[in-house]
């Protein structure tokens, strides 16, 4: 079982629906985060969950607007992995991608949680994602807490 550090995440309202975000790139690493997303956020009592796979993480922001703007999602959680190599893309690629994921979160007030790991090597991710805590699960998490605060 997957958890998050924190206190548990409050339950969501009755119809709420989430969708998932990720990359495929690094799949294994990110499945694991997304399942650790899931668990908690069934556990809220969420029934819908959408899953959207894109190529990597620099298509991450438009699939978020997307979904946003063709689903009645309360919250997107963004999932990924990017790992430094020789060259400055890998860095291009996620400040774009962070840039990205905030300008939608604001022009459509829906929240997105960020979880695009940018790690120097895989095992960086790996701790990450296996290790004492998942980024997943913090992420849904986050994310009940941020549509917790929209019913205040």
Do not use: W
């Amino acid at each position: 079982m997957h958890t998050a550090r924190s206190s548990p995440p409050p339950f969501a309202p009755k119809g709420t629906c989430i969708a998932i975000v990720r990359a495929s790139y690094y799949d294994d690493l990110i499945l694991e985060m997304e399942t650790a997303a899931r668990e908690i956020l069934v556990k809220a009592g969420i029934e819908n969950i959408i899953s959207v796979i894109v190529p990597g993480a620099f298509e991450i922001p438009l699939a978020c607007k997307k979904v946003i703007q063709e689903k009645k999602v309360s919250g997107v959680i963004a999932l990924g992995v990017i790992v430094q190599g020789e060259t400055h893309h890998a860095a291009e690629i996620a400040r774009a991608c962070t840039d990205g994921i905030m300008q939608v979160q604001l022009e459509s007030s829906i929240p997105i949680i960020h979880e695009v790991l940018f790690v120097d090597s895989l095992e960086q991710a790996r701790e990450r994602v296996m290790g004492e805590t998942n980024k997943g699960a913090e992420a849904a998490t986050t994310l009940l807490r941020m549509i917790s605060l929209e019913m205040i």
